[in-house]
């Protein structure tokens, strides 16, 4: 019978082909078949017999599913009703029951997302780079080629659409953490397992790989789920692969990827041993133990991060108090050893500071209500004293701040301690992970413990008798980006994918991983490295607004993780991890500054002998040179080499067990080259680019430039601050620095903050000369709070003299938090005894003037050493235009900020274009240093 027209069904087994002719006999039906001339004759209940189909043409925007499994190379099906015929390009027909037989059609389909592929397609076609081509030409064109068909479950067709980012909260979840984990890598856990797409924002040394090991076991063997790892790079998902060998599990993972990749992984395939994993207790038992002690962890987890968090703070006040007893040292101040207080604590220090502050603003330092507050809120009696050395006693009351707030850090980091400690928080963390080991060893044991080994090549794993069983048996399929959708039967689905180095994956690339899979977890760090791209292909293919695309699929513009962040903002879910683990505190606490706004909370130690930055500048000349003709082009810089082998690697010996401890990083490919044939093979020297993802316990890093117009010219390049914070991040233990000695020197730029920062640290007083000093930013904040809790509380009292200088602050707080101006903070109320080192430039009365705390009201100063950049003044009508007394006063602080070179900028409250004045003057504070 033709297949065309007739589907007969004998017994649940379509028969067609096999069938010359048929006949309705009464309750019978008679059967010829083409093999053999006698009939047979069958119950008509035995018998289907189908015919006129619905032919439905397949076009290359669809897709036919059986039981949601693809069947590829589709020409036709024809529709019969209860039954089905597929009939494929090769000439073959199969039959199938209608119920499980579905058309889908592609995905992307509204005008817009067409044409984000398109704008994506003419850039495959340009794209020359990558490792796949050495193997395949033109691998990215033909690969997005077959993208004309995407499925509508796939994340990708979820993501050109734009559509909202689903969270399915009623999901029940009883997650196990078989690897170590934390508070943040817990919640990553969670919404990763209840969202579409989901962010996980590691910076440096947060445990990124961990977090994605406990995806993988809660969403592998917990939920039966088939899952691929990705990157951009073979190097970035072989550290999953690594530790799960360690851990004993290298058989959940198939490493595919390229041709070599395959080859190696089908040599030699992996097999499961689980013998002596089954677990006595059963399966609810462990389930329950695990969530009665995840109760207990998560409260200690928190109180160990507040621990964390003020062992930050606690060796933030250190320095800075070792900063002001020097500063201290150096004035003429009698140290007072017994302040007159009821009770001393840091917040009576702020509140006197205060209260004597507002009454020296109002005039009102000698009346005898002052006093007399004085002493009933304080209990302070030295009015003399006060009167004669107000300046004096409010430093030795700031002095008696450091100590008291370091003291009360040093108390409750001690009571948290006792508490984690009797608690036995350690122990129930290790409880906890045995617990979830032993789970997950138990349903291993229950899978594999009967299931055959795979014994499929890479030629015929994808094919849909075999790939079942494959992914059955290795869960975990790691590739890059790149070669994905070569690792799975056409238009099938992974269950997840998750893309580690996100940052590092560009928009084409990227496409094509979340073309094959329904769920993605999105793995990256903004503040690191992003992918490169040719920017000359735009040129060909013109720009993504030209093309009436959204902003946030521009190929030239974003990666991956940026292009996601862009499109969903605030609406996506994502999760930062904060708790690090690799860096020395003071090392990572520059990053922690600079570019995560103090998120990080710091898990490793420090000692007080701890030496872990250290600056070496070359002496004074031109050292850069550049290599201009040849293959082999680019800066080098011999002396900063020579100073490196000369005076530093010697002395290295003796902290770092071996050569191979060391790491050298250098923005220019040719500084690596020199490096290389100059240093020892131990030391394993690269550009920063190809260090991402990689540390060491000491690391050098050489800048290269000088003060050369080829220096210059290199600023650009060097100063960016995802090159910077990937390099000093990969430092374990030991940072340093070898630069020019003056280049970098000036504020605006990363290095020049990283030396500000590295010279801060240390504590050095020879490396900062000048005659402005710190602010004291911790005091001066905790200072600044309580003037704006008062100034809030005192509006309904006829303060209005503040409501100008709030407004001030408003704006400041807004201008600072933009990333242009993140290298800034800001402090209210500062003592110009605070700001000056000394006063041997003041004449008597300007001297006078500042022993009597004059204070200036806004001053803008630098993150990283905390030097004042610019002053600010808010000057009302009343206190100062109008009272001829006043202007004295104002004109003799302009003199003297003038004499120490420290800006200082009036604001009138009957002026106006504050925000754009001061925008301006920060503008041009970064560029002239």
Known sequence: MDEEEYFIVIKSKDRTSEIASYEQLGANIQVTYLSTPNPYNYYASDVIILSNPTIRVITKEQVVLHRENPLNNVMRVLDFGPRVRVCFKDGTRRGYEAEYVRIENSGVKTSDALKIM???????????????????????????????????????????????????????????????????????????????????????????????????????????????????????????????????????????????????????????????????????????????????????????????????????????QKHFENYFSKQDIEPLEKLSFYRETPERMLEFMKDSHLAVRKGKEAGLLYKFKLFVKHGFTEYKYLREQGVDVILNVQRKFYILRIEELSDRIEQIEQELESASYLPLLKEHQQCSAQLFRHKLHEKYCNLPRENCTADDYRQSKNFKSFINYYPIVLSTTHSLRNCIPENDLFDYVIIDESSQVDLVTGALALSCCKHAIIVGDTKQLPQIVTMEIEQVVGNAASAGIDEAYNYFQHNLLSSMLALYGDNIPKVMLKEHYRCHPRIIQFCNQKYYNGDLVTFTAEEEADMPLLIYRTAPGNHLREVTRGEKRGKFNQRELDVIEGEILAGLEEVAAGQSEIGFVTPYRKQVEKAAGQFTEDIESDTIHKYQGREKPIMIMSTVLDQTRSGKVGMKFVNNPCMINVAVSRAQNKFILVTDHALFRKYGNEIGDLTRYMEYSTLDENVVESEIVSIFDLLYKEYSAKLHVFRERAKGFNTSRFKSENLMEALLIELLQEPAYSGFTFGNQILLKNLIKNVDKLEDQERQYIKNRASVDFVIYHKLDMTAALAIEVDGFEFHENKPEQLERDKMKDDIFKKYGLKLKRFATNESSEERKIRELLDDIMQSG
């Open 118 to 320: 398109e704008y994506w397609r003419a850039i495959s076609v340009h794209i020359k780079s990558g490792e796949e081509q050495s193997e395949m030409e033109d691998f990215l064109k033909k690969q997005f080629g077959k993208l004309s068909f995407v499925r509508p479950e796939s994340v990708l067709s979820h993501y050109v659409s734009g559509s909202p980012v689903n969270i399915d909260t009623s999901v029940e979840l009883q997650p196990i953490f078989p690897f170590r984990y934390n508070l943040s890598q817990k919640v990553a856990l969670d919404q990763a397992l209840r969202s579409k797409i989901s962010i996980i924002e590691g910076p440096p040394g947060t445990g990124k790989t961990q977090t994605i090991l406990n995806i993988l076991a809660n969403l592998t063997v917990m939920q039966q789920k088939k899952v691929a790892v990705v990157s951009g790079n073979n190097a970035a998902v072989q550290n999953v692969r690594d530790k799960l060998e360690a851990e004993g599990y290298p058989f959940l993972v198939a490493a595919l990827g390229n041709k070599k990749n395959k080859d190696s992984f089908f040599a030699n395939l992996p097999v499961a041993v689980v013998n002596g994993w089954e677990s006595e207790l059963p399966e609810e038992e462990l389930l329950s133990k695990i969530q009665e002690l995840d109760g207990h962890i998560t409260r200690l987890m928190k109180l160990d991060v507040e621990k964390a968090r003020l062992k930050q703070q606690l060796s933030a006040y250190v320095l800075e």
